[in-house]
């Protein structure tokens, strides 16, 4: 596809002219006549190179350049501003809204060839690390969603454990997970620590596979001696989770 380019002038003649010089290279060429124009069509065509004059009616350049240079979306397109030939304050102003080059009146056809060939150059190198970027993060937010999941199942996994040891824990664990998230709700804690909370606090028994099955299946009371001994579960969970790194 063929890289567009937007024009923006006042004077029919020059516009005439630009295009004389930038369609046989291969250019599409799109038009606006004043800044405020310029800035509605940057919206709707996405140019890969705007030609911007200063002095025109309802908007001037300078502020069209700074209008776009200022917006997100906007700001990665290259803009090459005309200036007459000694209007040192235009370019100085036109720095100062981050224009990207500058051409003067009478404008040189080879000069403007050159420039529009680097600034485009420039473009779709900014463009392939802006896309690369964009895959790098979306990878990494798949990466991250994989161990979040990875570690959510390893919780559950140790849960189920628990449970095969004591068949009454299941929906003790349940409760306790929906109680912590809701005293966290309460407290006003971020959504971050609510959903940790909720998951870690069904490790809260995990040390009763630690027990001994005469004393965590006794059917009736406990003796002291094995009172004491089940009480021990909560050391057990400690050594078991102690060494994690995991913020919950």
Not at 8 to 14: L, R
């Amino acid at each position: 596809m063929n890289e567009k380019i937007l024009l923006v002038d006042d004077e029919e003649a020059n516009l005439r002219l630009l295009t004389q010089w930038l369609v046989p290279q291969g250019y599409d060429v799109e038009y606006a006549s004043n800044g405020e124009e310029a800035v509605r069509k940057v919206g709707e065509i996405r140019p890969d190179l705007i030609i911007l004059d200063i002095m025109m009616p309802i908007m001037d350049g300078h502020e069209a350049c700074r209008i776009l240079k200022e917006d997100p979306e906007t700001m990665n397109i290259p803009i090459i501003i005309v200036t007459a030939l000694h209007d040192r304050e235009s370019k100085i102003k036109g720095l100062s809204v981050s224009a990207n080059d500058f051409l003067s009146k009478p404008i040189d056809q080879g000069e403007l060839l050159i420039r529009v060939r680097n600034l485009l150059k420039i473009k779709a190198f900014d463009d392939f690390m802006l896309e690369h970027n964009q895959i790098l993060e979306q990878k990494v937010r798949e990466r991250t969603r994989d161990l979040k999941n990875m570690g959510n199942e390893m919780m559950r996994k140790l849960t189920s454990a628990a449970e095969f040891r004591d068949t009454d824990t299941g929906a003790h664990i349940a409760r306790i997970g929906f109680y912590a998230g809701k005293m966290a709700e309460a407290l006003d804690m971020s959504m971050d620590f609510i959903e940790t909370i909720t998951f870690a606090s069904s490790l809260h028994d995990i040390g009763k596979i630690g027990i001994l099955d005469n004393i965590l299946l006794k059917p009736g009371s406990l003796t002291r001696e094995e009172f004491e001994s089940m009480t021990t579960h909560t050391v057990i969970g400690a050594k078991i989770l102690g060494e994690s790194t995991y913020p919950g």
